[in-house]
């Protein structure tokens, strides 16, 4: 099973950006699709984005689209969520998943890590 562990969450304001990491273990990574979900406090975990594992098809959730960017570097099994022009709204707990089909759908997802916060204050 693929161990994920995501970093580079923090504190910023309003129109920062910041650039999170989700490192994964196995040498399968470079087969797998990745994704990026998130948390708000109360709230369901919403889709973010997701790659391929080749890098070259993309799906992004609506509210990110033009914003955030995933991309992926398979010589170190790493996936990555650049994140620009942040929002208050975009506030929440972080996850990287592993993804059995390029989808949206949470239930499409599984080995999640253990998530990252980003704050953005207004």
């Known amino acids: 099973q693929v161990q994920l562990v995501e970093s580079g969450g923090g504190l910023v304001q309003t129109g920062g950006s910041l650039r999170l990491s989700c490192a994964a273990s196995?040498?399968?990574?470079?087969?797998?699709?990745m994704g990026w979900f998130r948390q708000a406090p109360g709230k369901e975990r919403d889709f973010v984005a997701v790659i391929s594992s080749s890098g070259s098809s993309t799906i992004y959730g609506d509210s990110v689209k033009g914003r955030f960017t995933i991309s992926r570097d398979n010589a170190k099994n790493t996936v990555y969520l650049q994140m620009n022009s942040l929002k208050p709204e975009d506030t929440a707990v972080y996850y990287c998943?592993?993804?059995?089909?390029?989808?949206?759908?949470?239930?499409?997802?599984?080995?999640w890590g253990q998530g990252t916060q980003v704050t953005v204050s207004s």
């Open positions: 998943a592993v993804g059995r089909t390029l989808s949206s759908r949470r239930d499409d997802f599984d080995s």
């Open positions: 196995g040498r399968a990574f470079k087969f797998t699709i």
